[in-house]
């Protein structure tokens, strides 16, 4: 029996084991959502401390389920483990490691190499390997291929099969998770897309395969440069329209009417996240071999890298409305996570715009229900402040970063003596004495 069938017969009987390299935001939701289908799955991970509360059931990410964790590591579906040689136990290797950007915006592709290694050292033959980590397009055909081939001293597509599916996470969103979020599939030959369609259909609702794993990867990259885009417009849009005096949130709300030909984006401190201020920048990176300039990146990127030094100068400009400066001034900042709701500062243009404060000797304190510690860009440490009545009318002004649900907006508004809200949390609250919006 060939390799191939070997892999297929255990997936039909529900008797492989997936191995998940990288238990993070989204390797572990992954691993979850096929251990809950009673799937072995066996997490890998280099920091001892995540992979010893997998394997006691304590949760660390928010887009898990407590009970649902709980419930796959009591019934013995999901281990996780720091020892990568029992890679030689896994049927699929699915790895989900960081791949960020150097200060030169160059891809850091350390974490898939080492990943690459590991999993060619241990693997043994007839393995399916996935790489879900975002990166330029012909990672996964001209990077990982020849790494996994001679670490393993094994041929792809004859004795493994490599394949590449973008992780799509959207860490907060309530209606799509890892389940039901339709996942895009490349890989290098038939069966290797075959093989990988049947593998996360059990776990995933729909699965759409690509013709090429750099098909795939240009998905990614294509899904998030046209957000990285158009919040980069939106944010340009809303400067002018201050400058105007035209509410730019009511003009969205009324644009978005349109039932046709028209996408709401909405502005704010900047753009954060591990994905969209990334991303498109693996795309700048390999399209320089190509001798091609990305005009409209670089572009959408120089407004979003403005963006919170722009917002250092709203805040100087509303406490001038107050003959105040932001030099010894009492700033807070209010929610310093990426978006609403969730507990990752990843990107956070809330830790910019505190930067930018900080160097004009702003007198700076935050509060985030979900966020107790920070430490900025440029290294400054913060812990989060209790939010009290007293110290919203002690403090100068008020800066909201973040549009936590968790925030009392009227509270807010009736105790600061001065809010900057750059995430629209006071809208339907008209007070232009107090509130300057974005």
């Keep these: 029996m060939e390799f191939k069938d070997q892999l297929l017969a255990k997936i039909e009987k529900n008797e492989e084991v997936i191995g998940i390299l990288g238990l993070g935001y989204v390797g572990l939701p992954l691993a979850v959502a096929f251990a809950k289908k009673g799937l072995n799955v066996l ?41 990568f040689s029992r890679i030689k136990e896994c049927d699929a290797v699915l790895i989900c490691v960081p791949t960020p950007l150097d200060k030169f915006k160059k891809p850091d592709m350390s974490y898939i190499e080492a990943s690459c290694i590991d999993t060619g050292k241990y693997m043994k033959k007839g393995t399916f390997i996935s790489l879900e980590s975002t990166t330029y397009p012909t990672t996964t055909e001209n990077f990982m291929k020849p790494i996994i081939e001679r ?20 860490p907060g969103n309530f209606t799509f ?62 400067l002018l329209a201050g400058k105007m005096n035209i509410d730019i ?8 009417t349109k039932p046709f030909g028209f996408t709401p984006f909405y502005p704010g401190p900047g753009i954060g996240g591990h994905c969209i201020p990334l991303d498109p920048f693996y795309l700048e990176y390999i399209a320089k071999n190509y001798n091609f300039d990305l005009t409209m990146i670089n572009t959408a990127g120089h407004i979003n890298n403005m963006q ?43 830790l910019h715009v505190i930067d930018e404060v900080c160097k004009k000797q702003g007198d700076v304190m935050y509060h985030d229900p979900y966020i107790p510690h920070i430490t900025t860009e440029e290294g400054r440490k913060f812990n989060s402040v209790e939010l009290t009545d007293e110290l919203l009318s002690s403090v100068d002004c008020v800066v909201i970063t973040t549009n936590h649900k968790a925030f009392d907006v009227k509270r807010i508004v009736e105790k600061a003596k001065l809010i900057v809200d750059l995430k629209n949390l006071t809208s339907g609250i008209h007070d232009k004495e107090k509130i300057y919006k974005l």
């Design 151 to 170: 670490e393993s001293g094994m041929v792809c597509e004859k004795e493994f099969w490599l394949a590449f599916s973008p992780e799509r996470v959207d």
């Design 249 to 256: 949130w009511e003009v969205i709300e009324a644009a978005k």
């Design 43 to 83: 997490g890998f991970e280099k920091t001892a401390d995540k992979a010893d509360r997998v394997n006691k059931g304590i949760n660390y990410i928010g887009d898990v389920e407590d009970d649902e964790l709980k419930y796959s590591v009591e019934k013995g579906f999901l281990k996780a483990t720091t020892d």
């Design 177 to 238: 998770k890892t389940e039901n979020t339709p996942k895009v599939l490349g890989g290098i030959g038939d069966d290797a897309v075959k093989i990988g369609k049947i593998l996360y259909e059990k776990a995933i609702a729909q699965v759409y395969p690509v013709s090429s794993p750099r098909v795939a990867e240009m998905v990614k990259i294509l899904e998030n440069t046209f957000r990285l885009i158009n919040i980069s417009l939106i944010n340009e849009m809303a």
């Design 308 to 350: 919170p030094h722009r917002m250092s100068i709203k805040i100087n400009t509303a406490l001038n409305r107050h003959k105040k400066s932001v030099n010894g001034s009492k700033i807070l900042f209010l929610g310093v996570a990426y978006k609403a709701d969730i507990n990752d500062e990843r990107e956070s243009p809330a």
